[in-house]
Nanobody, 128 residues
């Protein structure tokens, strides 16, 4: 297993949408739990969402429920974070993180220290 690779960030107006991608390099998605985190300027890293290795257990932070969704495409070995109705305060660096898991695992971690591999991050800027 190696460092995941994020993409899809950019500049979007308030209320707009972006879809972030996380390529799980060096493994397949059924062997990892995947988490999304974000870090705004001057703030601590914040958990956003997670997806279990089984693919059927997901979780979202209360602040993004109803606007964000997490999903995966096994054929592309990629996890997506669809972000709708974005707000200016959600500007920041978005990270994908992974940790090894059993194929049928349903764990979905909120804490950053449960993840072993981190991507470089992709910048999301929400501004008019």
């Amino acid at each position: 297993q190696s460092q995941p690779v994020e993409s899809g960030g950019g500049l979007v107006q308030p209320g707009g949408s972006l879809r972030l991608s996380c390529l799980a390099s060096g493994t397949t998605l059924n062997y990892v739990t995947v988490g999304w985190f974000r870090e705004a300027p001057g703030k601590e890293r914040e958990w956003v969402s997670c997806l279990s290795s089984s693919g059927d257990n997901t979780n979202l932070a209360d602040s993004v429920k109803g606007r964000f969704t997490i999903s995966r495409d096994d054929a592309k070995n990629t996890v997506y974070l669809q972000m709708n109705s974005l707000k200016p305060e959600e500007t920041g660096l978005y990270y994908c993180a992974t940790v090894r898991a059993y194929p049928s695992g349903r764990n979905c971690y909120v804490k950053a220290n449960r993840y072993h591999y981190w991507g470089q991050g992709t910048q999301v800027t929400v501004s008019s």
